[in-house]
């Protein structure tokens, strides 16, 4: 099996500064958006962008991470032409041995990456929010003859020595690289996806591993070393949603800006799902215009309007403004601004744009051919 691009996402972190929620599971273990996993979302990004054979290196408080991987097929990531593997620190002739750091945890798995006879590396941390198509990146490699790209975003220059720091000339070449710098240069941080060219990525790793004295880091030693020897990495400026849950504020952060309809991380759009072990449902909303009395409410729906006494099924839309009372909408029926539904039931699928369906006095059916 040859694949042009693979993918290894580091997930064996400790996540202490989740306090309890990582005492006994994994960091990308831990739950978000109500239905999903952390880890949904490299894996999903993964599967969006086209990638078919991708690595989970795993660690600490593995058990519950590796049972839900599996084997990728929430993601699509497995069958035919497809493949997920776990890859947990192992036991070997020489003794056993824990990843010692970002670049040790690729440099322990260099024979699973070398029987995939890859051409390139994108290796993604297994604990951020975001939505990326990462064959857009691979392309933006490509033009530029790059060695190594790395992912960045801008931040505010308060929290910029939280991140590595990026300096880059016009071209987006990188000119400097400051690894969580005490004064940082620039507001350009490295969101810790990086694209190798395989080769170069090899010989870095094996280099690196002989170094007594190295963290073997990516950010501490690749990086810094590749730049000093005149390689060519270059800065891939993204502008989407992208947020580091680490701490227990910035977990509270992203969930809550899910409820912000300005958010720009759409996680049910169809055209770039993020998949889970629920890989069919997304969950309710009830939105702060949204008024609900007695009522049944399946996943999905979405409620703007004003519902009494109903039952409504599953990716419902009821919109501001709108009131259902005593009724049953039937799954993926929207219910326009303005319109009240009494006494009622609607059809799957059903765009109800009329004043009012329904009466006090009778049982009204609203379907497509009405």
């Not at 950010?219 to 590749?226: C, E, Q, R, S, V």
């Not at 109903?310 to 839309?317: A, D, K, P, Q, T």
Request: net charge neutral.
């Amino acid at each position: 099996m040859k694949d042009e691009m693979v993918a290894v996402i580091l997930a064996g972190g400790r996540g202490t500064r989740l306090h309890s929620l990582t005492a006994k599971i994994a960091k990308p273990a831990v739950f978000f958006g109500g239905k999903y996993r952390i880890i949904d979302f490299p894996l999903s990004n993964c599967a969006n962008s086209g990638i078919t054979t991708v690595g989970v290196a795993t660690q600490y408080e593995a058990t519950v991470l590796n049972t839900y991987i599996g084997t990728g097929r929430n993601w699509g990531l497995n069958g035919t032409g497809a493949l997920t593997s776990i890859l947990p620190p192992r036991e070997t002739p020489k003794g056993a041995s824990w990843y010692l750091g970002t670049a040790d945890a690729i440099y322990q798995n260099i024979d699973w990456l070398d029987k995939t006879h890859c051409d390139y590396v994108v290796i993604l941390s297994g604990d951020h929010i975001y939505k990326m198509d990462y064959s857009e990146m691979l392309s933006f490699h490509k033009k530029n003859a790059a060695d190594v790209t790395i992912a960045t975003i801008q931040v505010p220059m308060s929290e910029a020595p939280r991140f590595g720091i990026c300096l880059t000339d016009e071209d987006n070449r990188i000119t400097e690289f400051q690894e969580k710098p005490k004064k940082p240069k620039s507001d350009l941080a490295s969101m810790g996806i990086y694209i190798f060219s395989y080769r170069l990525l090899r010989e870095s790793l094996v280099s690196n591993h002989e170094l007594s004295t190295s963290s073997h880091d990516f950010g501490k030693d690749i990086l810094p070393t590749l730049l000093k020897a005149g390689k060519r990495l270059f800065a891939y400026r993204f502008s989407g949603y992208w947020k580091d849950v680490g701490t227990v504020h910035s977990l509270w952060e992203a969930n809550m800006d899910l409820l912000d309809p300005d958010c720009t991380l759409r996680l049910y759009a169809k055209d770039f799902k993020i998949y889970s072990a629920d890989t069919f449902s997304r969950p309710q909303l009830i939105s702060k215009t949204g008024k609900v009395d007695d009522c049944i409410i399946n996943q999905g729906a979405v409620i703007h309007g004003k519902c009494v006494h109903s039952v409504l099924s599953n990716e419902v839309v009821v919109e501001k403004g709108a009131l259902v009372e005593d009724s049953m909408i039937m799954p993926g029926a929207v219910i326009k601004s303005g319109v009240t539904v009494k006494n009622a039931i609607i059809g799957a699928s059903v765009v109800v744009d009329k004043d009012k369906i329904g009466t006090k006095d009778d049982i009204v059916l609203y379907t497509e051919e009405d």
